[in-house]
C-alpha cells in the first residue's frame, strides 16, 4: 500500500513455477497444450501486526500498519487474455469477461502471520491460461468476536455470482446490509408490532375521559362525561391551543381545567420543523412528566363542581399512565409487554415484541437495543381532527391520534429518510487490477520480494530475469501481479472535542417564538460549563452513502446516495474536556458519484450522536435535550471547501507507484483524478468540534443527512491523509 494511505496492507500476490529451472528457455513441462495452460503457484504476500480487535476501531479497519491483519477469506481470481484492447501492461477499466475464474476460497488467516510480523504466504497451485497478461483479484477479511456486525460491518459479497457467470465483470457487486431487513409489501413486521403497541399506550392516554362517571362534590354524585380533548381547540390546520372557557356553561376556564389544557396542547402540538423523540426511553421521560402534573392537580383541592370534575378526568390521566407505566414521577419505565396489552385493550401482534435484557420491559428498549437502531429513528407525530367551538368554548371536542413517521423529517428539509434506510457499516474487501510479470526460470517462494517496497521496485525484479508488463507462454515459469492487493473499501477516521470551555443552549430563541414581546435580554441562553463527563458520544451516522458498488467498488448506476451507515462501535464514548477524544474507524464505500463528474462531488453529512450527562436539561434547535437524552448534532464534509474548482485534482497526492487502476477511469484507462470525500482504498479524517454555539443546532432526533439545507452545529477539521486539512471551521451559525 502506498505510504501517503494509512489504510495499510503490504499484499502482493505472485504466481510461480513448481518445476526446477532448465539451463535453455524451453516450454514448461507443466504446460498443457490441449488447455492452453501453465501450471502454476499462486503465492501471496502481506504485512501482518498484532491480533484482532473487537469494535471497529483501528484493530478491526486495519487503519495503520501497527494492526492486526485479520486475514482474507472469499477469494477469486479472475485471468484476462491479451488483446487488441487489452494490451500487455494493461489493466482493466470496463466490465468486460475473463477467460477464467478460480474460487480460491480461504487464502490467509491471522494464524499465518505469527510466525513472521514482516511476511507472511499461502501457495496455491493454478492453470493459468496461455496469453494471460491481466489478473483480478477480491477477497474479503473474515468476521470475529462480539458484535461482528456493527464492530466489522456487514455486507452481501458477490451475491450475482454463480459457477456459470462468474467470469462476467457485471455480476461482480457488493451491498451494504439494512440494520432492519424489509419484507416484500417494504416494512418489518416485528418492528410494525413495537410501534402499534406503543402508539395503542399513547392513544389510550390521549384519549383519557369520563363517561357517564360520579364525580362527587360536597357529598353529592354527578354523573359525569367529560373528555380530555374538550380542554383544547383544534383548528382546520391542526393547531392545538388550551380552550380558555368551560364548556359545560361558558364560563372562564377554572385553573385545573386552564392545567389540563395547556399540557395537552404542550404534550400533542408539534411545531413545523419540530422532530419529536419517539424512542420507548423518550416516551417514558414525556409520560413521566406529564405524571408529575396530574399527581399535582390529584393533590389539590376542588372548590367548585367543574374543579371536581376537571380533578377527576386528571386522575383518569393519571390512571392510564400508571397502567402503562411504573416507577415515580418522573422517573418512569415502561410495564411489561402484558400489562400494557391489558390496560389498553390492544388486540394487535405482539408475538415478537419479546425483551431482550434479564429485567424491564421490551418497549424501554425500543429501538436501540430491539433493533440496534440510534434512538432518533423513531419520530412520533399526531394527526387531529376540528374541535368545534365558539369563542374558546369547545362544543364539539376534536379528536388527537399519535403515529410514527415511515419517514424522519429534519427542519426545513424537502426530504425524509426512513428507518430501513440505515445501514450496517461495509466490510473489509480487496481488489487487485494489475498486469503481471513473467519469467521462464522458476522462482521459489522466498525469492519474491517482500514488502510494498520493494514488490513495487523493478529493482527487486532482476536476479530472475523477469520481464515486466507481459504475458503467459508455454514457457513461462513463474507469474507475478506487478501491483499489490488494495482495499476496496475506504475508511473513515474522525473524533470529537469542543472548542469553547462554555456552551450555549437555544433557550432566548424558542422563548422569543412563544412570546414574541420578550426583549434580546430577556430568557437568556442557558450555559453549560464542559467537563470530561459532559458528553458521551454514542454512534456515528454517516449520510449519503451508495448502498450498492459494483465490479470496481465504485457505486452502481442509478445510486441515489440516499442511505446513511450506522457505527454505534465507538472506540470510547468520553469526550475530553481539552483536546481531541478517540479516534473511531468507519468502513464505507466510495462515494464517486459518476453524474458529477468533472464537477464538485457529493458533500456527506455525519451526525454524531450524543447522550447528554451534563446534570442540565438544554434547548436545542426546537426541543428540550433532557439530562441523561439522546441527541444529535450535523456536520459537513465539503470536498470543495478551500480547494480549486478548475482543478480537481487538488488536496489529493495521487498514486505515482504505476497505480492507474485506481478508478474511475478516463477514456484511456488512467485514473481520473477528481477529489471526493470518500476514496476506495483512502483515509478520510474528520476532527469534529461541539463549539460554543453547536448545541443550538441540536436534534432530539436523527436529521436527514443528505439535505443541504439541514442546520449545522459542528466544527469541522477535514484531511485526506494526503494532507486535505480544513481548520476550526465552525458550522451552525
Known amino acids: 500500500m502506498r505510504k501517503t494511505v494509512k489504510l495499510f496492507l503490504a499484499g502482493a500476490i505472485a504466481l510461480a513455477g513448481v518445476v526446477a529451472c532448465t539451463p535453455k528457455e524451453e516450454i514448461n513441462p507443466n504446460y498443457n497444450p490441449e488447455t492452453g495452460e501453465v501450471l502454476t503457484s499462486f503465492v501471496f504476500n502481506v504485512a501482518t501486526a498484532n491480533t484482532p480487535q473487537t469494535r471497529m476501531t483501528s484493530g478491526n479497519t486495519q487503519a495503520t500498519s501497527s494492526d492486526g491483519f485479520r486475514g482474507i477469506q472469499d477469494a477469486r481470481l479472475l485471468s484476462f487474455l491479451r488483446s487488441s484492447t487489452l494490451t500487455d501492461g494493461s489493466h482493466i477499466h470496463d466490465a468486460i469477461t475473463a477467460n477464467k475464474q478460480y474460487a480460491l476460497g480461504h487464502v490467509m488467516s491471522t494464524s499465518d502471520a505469527t510466525t513472521d510480523q514482516t511476511k507472511s504466504h499461502r501457495v496455491i497451485e493454478l492453470a493459468l491460461p496461455n496469453e494471460t497478461n491481466t489478473l483480478m483479484f477480491y477477497g474479503k477479511a473474515p468476521k470475529t468476536g462480539e458484535n461482528a456486525d456493527f464492530a466489522q460491518g456487514k455486507i452481501t459479497y458477490l451475491a450475482d455470482v454463480t459457477n456459470t457467470n462468474a467470469t462476467d465483470l457485471t ?33 389510550y392516554i390521549t384519549a383519557a375521559e369520563l363517561n357517564n362517571e360520579n364525580v362527587t362534590f360536597e357529598s353529592v354524585n354527578y354523573p359525569t362525561t367529560l373528555k380530555w380533548t374538550e380542554f383544547v381547540t383544534i383548528s382546520d390546520a391542526g393547531a392545538i391551543t388550551p380552550a380558555t372557557k368551560d364548556p359545560s356553561d361558558g364560563s372562564p376556564m377554572c385553573s385545573i381545567g386552564e392545567i389540563l389544557g395547556e399540557s395537552l396542547a404542550t404534550l400533542a402540538t408539534i411545531r413545523n420543523g419540530e422532530v419529536r423523540a419517539g424512542s420507548g426511553p423518550a416516551l417514558s421521560r414525556t409520560m413521566g412528566d406529564l405524571l408529575v402534573v396530574m399527581n399535582n392537580i390529584h393533590a389539590y383541592t376542588p372548590n367548585t363542581l367543574y374543579e371536581a370534575k376537571a380533578k ?398 439541514i442546520s449545522l452545529g459542528l466544527s469541522v477539521d477535514l484531511k485526506w491523509e494526503t494532507g486535505l486539512v480544513f481548520d476550526n471551521v465552525i458550522l451552525g451559525q
Open 171 to 203: 455480476n461482480y457487486n457488493f451491498e451494504l446490509n439494512r440494520i432492519v431487513d424489509v419484507n416484500s409489501s417494504g416494512y418489518n413486521d416485528k418492528y410494525r408490532q413495537y410501534c402499534d403497541l406503543i402508539l395503542a399506550a399513547l392513544n
Open 312 to 709: 377527576a378526568l386528571a386522575d383518569k390521566i393519571k390512571s392510564r399512565i400508571e397502567s402503562c407505566f411504573e416507577g415515580t414521577a418522573p422517573t418512569l419505565t415502561w410495564k411489561v409487554v402484558s400489562d400494557v396489552v391489558a390496560a389498553t385493550g390492544y388486540t394487535g401482534n405482539t408475538a415478537d415484541v419479546i425483551r431482550i435484557g434479564s429485567t424491564g420491559s421490551a418497549l424501554d428498549e425500543y429501538p436501540m437495543v430491539a433493533f440496534n437502531l440510534p434512538a432518533g429513528c423513531s419520530q412520533v407525530t399526531v394527526t387531529t381532527t376540528k374541535s368545534t367551538d365558539t369563542d374558546g368554548r369547545v362544543t364539539t371536542p376534536g379528536t388527537i391520534t399519535w403515529s410514527y413517521l415511515a419517514n424522519v423529517q429534519v427542519f426545513s428539509a424537502a426530504s425524509t429518510t426512513s428507518c430501513y434506510s440505515v445501514y450496517y457499516p461495509a466490510e473489509i474487501c480487496y481488489w487487485g487490477n494489475s498486469p503481471i510479470r513473467v519469467t521462464n526460470e522458476n522462482v521459489t517462494e522466498p525469492d519474491y520480494p517482500q514488502g510494498v517496497a520493494n514488490w513495487d521496485a523493478d529493482a527487486s525484479w532482476t536476479s530472475k530475469n523477469w520481464t515486466k508488463n507481459s504475458h503467459v507462454v508455454s514457457t513461462t515459469r513463474s507469474v507475478a501481479m506487478q501491483y499489490n492487493i488494495n482495499y476496496g473499501t475506504a475508511l473513515l477516521k474522525s473524533n470529537v472535542g469542543y472548542s469553547a470551555a462554555k456552551l450555549e443552549d437555544n433557550n432566548h430563541a424558542i422563548q422569543v417564538a412563544k412570546n414574541p414581546a420578550l426583549s434580546a435580554t430577556d430568557e437568556p441562553n442557558a450555559e453549560i460549563t464542559v467537563t470530561s463527563s459532559t458528553f458521551k458520544l454514542k454512534g456515528i451516522l454517516v449520510g449519503g452513502v451508495a448502498t450498492k458498488v459494483d465490479w470496481n467498488f465504485l457505486p452502481v448506476s442509478g445510486s441515489t446516495f440516499a442511505q446513511c451507515i450506522y457505527d454505534k462501535a465507538i472506540a470510547s464514548d468520553a469526550i475530553p474536556e481539552s483536546g481531541q477524544g478517540a479516534d473511531n474507524y468507519t468502513l464505507v464505500w466510495d462515494n464517486w458519484n459518476e453524474s458529477k463528474r468533472g464537477q464538485k462531488q457529493n458533500d456527506v453529512y455525519i451526525c454524531l450522536e450524543f447522550e447528554n450527562n451534563s446534570g442540565k436539561d438544554f434547548w436545542g434547535q426546537h426541543n428540550i435535550i433532557r439530562n441523561g437524552g439522546i441527541f444529535y448534532i450535523v456536520g459537513k464534509l465539503d470536498p470543495d471547501a478551500g480547494r480549486s474548482t478548475t482543478d480537481r485534482s487538488e488536496g489529493v497526492t495521487w498514486p505515482t507507484d504505476g497505480l492507474q487502476c485506481l478508478p474511475p477511469h478516463k477514456t484511456d484507462g488512467t485514473t481520473l483524478k477528481e477529489r471526493r470525500v470518500f476514496i476506495q482504498d483512502f483515509m478520510t479524517t474528520a476532527n469534529f468540534k461541539i463549539g460554543q454555539l453547536s448545541l443550538q443546532s441540536a436534534y432530539s432526533t436523527v436529521p436527514d443527512l443528505r439535505s443541504t439545507q
